[in-house]
């Protein structure tokens, strides 16, 4: 590998890194926002949302990454029309905006390389177009759980379920960013409908990658139980690829978080608008 090359490969992992960031940043406030908030924290959700758009678009364009700036240009214009209330955020557009952070997720290869085409980058442009237009069914889009119509007073301190190896069981976890303690470090736990349910839980967070049953498989096991099916689930993996991030959503997770772009902060603010 020449310098030039070597150059362009650390550039391009550093953007790939930004990107990751972006995509967990959007995905969080797409998720508070079919939550229909307060006109006011409606207005400051769409306005970080578009500056990470904003952000994301100049940074493609510093690496000549075209198919990735093109849709953080398309993303831009949608999130600035909605902010400035020329736009419905309608389930359909949800829908779009979901297919396009999933396309940016896995935009890079697992040997480093883009892998997003300007091809594939322009249909969905397409594709958020036309959901911009009016209602669209979009294939293979998944849009996040909406909130229960009920509301009430949010508690200080929630109950955090973690599952994965060397996890801990359910322990509370206090929202201003405390950590939550681990009642059986060192174990692998798999959690049970049963044990959830005993334990009154508020929100799961569970590794993907486990000797008894994947993160993925527990989650779709929730969403079957009765009791359990509204339980706010956060997957955190490895795994970075749009088909395994697809694979998480699909089966009922509320937010898909990439260890290699891991930041505490994020995890406890998806936590705060989850619970």
Do not use: W
């Not at 099916?229 to 395994?244: E, G, W, Y």
């Amino acid at each position: 590998m020449t310098l030039d090359e070597r150059a362009r490969a650390e550039i391009l992992a550093t953007f790939r890194a930004e990107l990751g960031e972006h995509c967990q940043t959007l995905t969080a406030i797409f998720l508070a926002l079919e939550k229909e908030p307060e006109t006011d924290e409606r207005g400051r959700l769409l306005d970080e949302a578009f500056r990470s758009a904003h952000s994301l678009k100049g940074a493609a364009r510093a690496v000549a990454f075209g198919a990735v700036e093109a849709l953080g240009h398309e993303l831009e214009a949608v999130l600035e029309a909605a902010r400035d209330a020329d736009l419905e955020l309608s389930p359909a557009l949800f829908d779009a905006l979901y297919a396009v952070v999933d396309s940016l997720a896995g935009a890079f290869g697992d040997n480093g390389a883009p892998a997003l085409s300007d091809a594939e980058s322009q249909d969905l442009v397409r594709q958020l177009g036309a959901a911009h237009a009016g209602p669209a069914t979009l294939p293979g889009a998944r849009r996040a759980p909406a909130a229960p119509a009920a509301q009430h007073a949010a508690p200080q301190t929630a109950s955090i379920a973690v599952a994965g190896h060397r996890a801990g069981s359910a322990a509370p976890a206090h929202r201003d960013g405390r950590v939550f303690p681990p009642s059986a470090a060192g174990e692998t736990i798999r959690l049970p409908a049963a044990l959830l349910q005993e334990r009154g839980c508020d929100l799961l967070v569970s590794d993907v990658e486990m000797p008894e049953i994947d993160g993925v498989e527990l989650t779709a096991h929730l969403r079957l139980d009765p009791k359990l099916r509204d339980l706010p689930v956060i997957l955190v993996t490895t795994r970075d690829s749009a088909a395994d991030r697809q694979r998480g959503l699909e089966a009922g997770a509320d937010a898909y978080i990439v260890k290699s772009s891991f930041d505490q902060d994020h995890l406890l603010r998806t936590i705060a608008e989850l619970i």
